[in-house]
């Protein structure tokens, strides 16, 4: 596995698409978050490309599937964050739906991923 390219990887492009726009919309954020959620939501988001491309470039089967799982709970966290963010007022509907449109995309294919490793 290791002599592949991760940055070929459909959920590996996704995912840094959802770094960008997580990066984008915590400037919406109070100041008062900045080591808040503003923080967690950042640190989470860079998590899920980092984690598909540690994973990918292991050597072992079980290795890469590890890694996609934590991309694949951190990809968990960022929705999760996001829908805080709107039930206590920080961001609308309109604003975070590109986000968690991703968000789904990349735990569809994570998912998958996931399961073809194990059979």
């Given at each position: 596995?290791?002599?592949r390219?991760?940055?070929?990887?459909?959920?590996?492009?996704?995912?840094?698409?959802?770094a960008?726009?997580?990066?984008?919309?915590?400037?919406?954020?109070?100041?008062?978050?900045?080591?808040?959620?503003?923080?967690?939501?950042?640190?989470?988001?860079?998590?899920?490309?980092?984690?598909?491309?540690?994973?990918?470039?292991?050597?072992?089967?079980?290795?890469?599937?590890?890694?996609?799982?934590?991309?694949?709970?951190?990809?968990?966290?960022?929705?999760?964050?996001?829908?805080?963010?709107?039930?206590?007022?920080?961001?609308?509907?309109?604003?975070?739906?590109?986000?968690?449109?991703?968000?789904?995309?990349?735990?569809?294919?994570?998912?998958?991923?996931?399961?073809?490793?194990?059979?």
């Open positions: 596995m290791a002599d390219n991760f940055k070929g990887l459909i959920v590996w492009e996704k995912s840094m698409d959802l960008v726009e997580i990066h984008e919309l915590v400037k919406f954020l109070p100041k008062d978050e900045l080591y808040g959620i503003s923080n967690q939501l950042r640190r989470a988001v860079v998590s899920i490309p980092s984690n598909i491309a540690e994973g990918y470039s292991r050597s072992s089967t079980p290795d890469y599937t590890k890694f996609l799982s934590c991309a694949r709970g951190s990809n968990a966290e960022v929705e999760t964050q996001l829908i805080i963010c709107l039930r206590v007022g920080y961001l609308t509907e309109e604003q975070i739906e590109k986000a968690l449109s991703l968000c789904n995309e990349i735990v569809k294919m994570l998912t998958r991923m996931i399961l073809n490793n194990k059979q």
